[in-house]
């Protein structure tokens, strides 16, 4: 009897283990997601302050075309 009571208490601890490892292994999956959603939104940032940054530059060249 105290053979099977200590079996359970193993087989409980390795399940709660393994339950807090997947918790573990989806929150790092997820983190890994979110950092590339915000890279990929960077990213496009970037952009759009690059293209407005050239519009900027023609209009600026187009009032005064001696610079």
């Known amino acids: 009897m105290h053979r099977e009571q200590m079996l359970e208490q193993k087989l409980e601890y390795l399940q709660g283990v393994i339950r807090d490892t997947q918790q573990a292994s ?4 997820q983190a890994i997601i979110d950092e590339d959603r ?17 519009k900027v530059k023609l ?7 001696n610079n």
């Open 38 to 54: 915000l890279l990929a939104r960077i990213d496009a940032l970037e952009e759009q302050i690059r293209i407005y940054h050239t």
């Open 26 to 29: 989806n929150e790092g999956w």
């Open 59 to 65: 209009i600026l060249l187009c009032k005064n075309p």
